[in-house]
């Protein structure tokens, strides 16, 4: 399923920039 894929990226992007960016939290 591309959408399990596309949620998976996402979600993972999101995880990064959170790390990336944890002052934003």
Not at 1 to 25: A, H, T
């Amino acid at each position: 399923m591309k959408l399990l894929l596309i949620v998976s990226v996402v979600v993972f992007g999101y995880m990064c920039y959170v790390l990336l960016k944890p002052e934003k939290f």
